[in-house]
């Protein structure tokens, strides 16, 4: 049997890793982002490769042999950025997890190594891979020896054989040497002959074989200048062969032999991947790791499974965790409860606890203090089962979410990792994932939530005390945590739906869309299957000629981006995109919504995530009532199946009027702005005015729409190659207009400047609530990263202060409908809109309260402006 060892040119892997991936950081601001990728292409070359021996060789410091050849051999280099500095000492630790050996030599680089233990004896029966990013590395290529090399980051690999090398280079092995030797190579500052390139050298390889052979026949050399070039820097052009001749007799203290590779410890590894976040990663390097072998691991506890709820269980502070399989609590069943305080913690099964009148009094009575790891759910779940809980002081999910609202996973087990709490196993590993969950016996069950419950009692003090020193505690206090019980009230409400008129709505659509699909096949000249590009490709740039405007791997894009740049080309175009608009609408929405309303009441219950956007903004799903199309008459008609639950009742509908904008004045102080808000003045045409240089009068609709979206793009950091987008302008006129704004309104372009550089220096933005967004990427050395990073900047501040004051007009609405003993009831949040239902006998009421409520929430520069509309469905409250 063959030895396969496979070297890594570990300095190059991880550099390109840094630079492919957007700079990552754990829970304790350590950057993992190399080292992310370099794990996870070993991962691939593992699988792949299967080596039996293995070692990632790296650079030993910045002065080597070559040093005294050439000083200024890798002069040019710029320093290496301490973002990756410091994670090569945590690479070095994974592969030390990985059970992979790891080698450096003083005076020497990661290629000396490698070239002298891939010439390992002919006689021993080798097969050597190398991975690396770097071209030298091909001169070591042979019949025995691949060279894979990276491309595209980290992403995929080349392999190199001398065969492939002659077929796609027209060179040998060898030759690489003579080449670069010819070429120079500026990364290291390796000086070849200067004006040589990758074709010249090549075709002088091809005519002379070596750069000895060049110069022995230098006269035969065809072109004045390039043999004058060769003759100037001939010493140079020899330098460089000695400096890109990898050494393969280094003196290195280790042996092909000595690395072998047994593949890796599963449950060492996991450890690892979970102390540094890499989340992503955990399901492959599973193995054959089961619950009892990561129970085992962990501190023992108590496992007590309570048969009867007593009222001495209680102290008058827990913790209590509700347990369900699924994410919608809406429709899932609880699968136990755990219940944690000073005294310890216990597991309640669902039928003893929900059958106690003792846990139900403990569970409604508001003195008894609560913490929860999800407020809105842990409500929601026990009103399904007639249980009002309250006394909640204490939300993980939110807690956690404010703290690091970049993150992907707020479980309690994630939570607790990341704050060093590791005796909690994560869902998955308990339930298993995706198709595979179920629940396990009551003993492994009780445990598994007996740990969370433990872990969410004792993370209280600590998660509430970092909460107060970034400034977040009145924030979590008096805004998300209110508005999680108000929003759990909602959901638990729904929102009444008229089956009747949705599916008379998806009669006329299906009806609609069989007359559009008649109408493209006459133009088409045959009918086809509308929903295939295959089909629809050559239909539209063959038989009907339109211009292509982009091709994919199977043949014509019929994209939406596509269609819509031949809008005007033929009749056939705008009618297939009103069908796709149609289509998408009867699939998702009318379709969709009747499969969620509840059978019973006829009410949908949708979910909202409270803990996602980084901006802090509500979102909405299973269903989504915040993405229902409003563009097409068809998409808003949709609003007339959601009614009031009531007869006799009106929906109301109250929308702050271009918020946004107005928190854009308020923060950058810009006086003009300020003024036009407070003479009420249309801010768009205002705007018009300003960028064209023209008086009211003489301001067209086309320059209001141009100077909407300047404003509103202004806000989201647009540039003038976004603008010209937008309005179908060229460049040059959409950075006039954006110059002329700023000209206009100078306190924006300076609150744009400023924040930029507040975010250099903190490494995150505020919003005027004090909620955080981190931008690790802001002094980023790529540029599309950073000019990212520069515009979050610059429109988080507005967009999330504009998400901050909805939820606080939220919870005031909720306490004034309650002051004033009234029955109308918020059912949905939409953006910058609240929906609610009423008696008719309160719409004079409604009328007063809501946007006084709505106006007056915050104390702002500049007056806040609401509209509102009502009727007998969403659609007439518009």
Known sequence: MSNKLVLIDGNSIIYRAFFALPLLNNDKGVYTNAVYGFTTMLLRILEEEKPTHILVAFDAGKTTFRHETYKEYKGGRQKTPPELSEQFPLLKEVLDAFSIPHYQLEQFEADDIIGTLASVEEDKDWNVTVISGDKDLLQLTSDRVTVSLTKKGISEVERYTPAFMREKMELSPEQIIDLKALMGDKSDNIPGVPGVGEKTAVKL???????????????????????????????EAFISKELVTIKRDSPITVKPEELVFEGYDSNRLSKMFKELGFQ????????????????????????TIVREVSKDMFTGKESIVVDMLGENYHTGSIEGFGIANSEGAY????????????????????????????????????????????????????????????????DIPAISHRLGQKDVLYDEEVYGKGTKQKVPEESILAEHIIRKTAALFALEDKMEEELRKNGQYELYRELEMPLALILGEMEHLGVQVDITKLE?????????????????????????????????????????????????????????????????EHEIIPKLLLYRQLGKLQSTYIEGLLKVVDEDTHKIHTRFNQALTQTGRLSSIEPNLQNIPIRLEEGRKIRQAFVPAKDEWIMFAADYSQIELRVLAHIAGDEKLINAF???????????????????????????????????G?????????????????????????????????????YMDEIVQEAKHQGFVTTLMKRRRYLPDITSRNFNKRSFAER??????????????????????????????????????????????????????????????MEHTVDLSVPLKVDYAYGTSWFDAK
């Not at 009148?357 to 913490?371: H, I």
């Not at 919870?811 to 409908?817: A, G, N, T």
């Open 205 to 235: 390889l091809k005519q002379f074989e070596t750069l000895e052979g060049v110069y022995d026949h230098i006269e035969k050399v065809s072109g004045k200048k390039l043999k004058e070039k060769l003759i100037t820097y001939k010493d």
């Open 792 to 853: 979050t900047a610059m429109n988080t501040p507005i967009q999330g202060s504009a998400a901050d004051i909805i939820k606080k007009a939220m919870i005031d609405l909720h306490e004034r409908l309650k002051d004033e003993k009234l029955d109308a009831r918020m059912l949905l949040q939409v953006h910058d809109e609240l929906i609610l239902e009423a008696p008719k006998e309160e719409l004079n009421k409604m009328m007063d309260i809501v946007p006084e409520v």
């Open 714 to 750: 202004i806000v989201y950091g647009i540039s003038d190659y976004g603008l010209s987008q937008n309005l179908g302008i060229t460049r040059k006129e959409a950075k006039k207009f954006i110059d002329r704004y700023f000209e206009s309104y100078p306190g924006v372009r300076a």
């Open 504 to 568: 008379e709505m998806g009669k006329d659509l299906k009806r609609r869309l069989e007359e559009l699909e008649k109408e493209i096949y006459e133009l088409a000249g045959e009918p086809f299957n509308l929903n295939s590009p295959k089909q629809l490709g050559p239909i539209l740039f063959e038989k009907l000629g339109l211009p292509v405007i982009k091709k994919t791997k199977t043949g014509y894009s019929t994209a939406a981006d596509v269609l819509e740049q031949l809008e005007g």
């Open 347 to 410: 597991f309640i099964p669902v039928d003893v606890a929900l059958e106690s009148k003792v846990f139900r009094e403990w569970a409604e009575e508001s003195n008894n203090q609560k913490s929860v790891f999800d407020a809105k759910k842990t409500l929601v779940t026990l009103l399904n089962h007639g249980i009002h809980i309250k006394g909640i002081v204490f939300d993980m999910l939110l807690a956690s979410y404010l703290l690091n609202p970049s993150e992907n996973n707020h």
């Open 678 to 712: 407070k003479e009420d003045v249309d801010i768009h045409t205002q705007t018009a005015m300003d960028v064209f240089h023209v008086d009211k009068e003489s301001v067209t609709a086309n320059m209001r729409r141009q100077a909407k979206a300047v404003n509103f």
């Open 280 to 303: 992503s990663l955990l399901n492959r390097i599973a193995g054959d790791e089961t619950i009892e072998e990561s129970t085992h691991q962990m501190e023992e506890i108590d496992v």
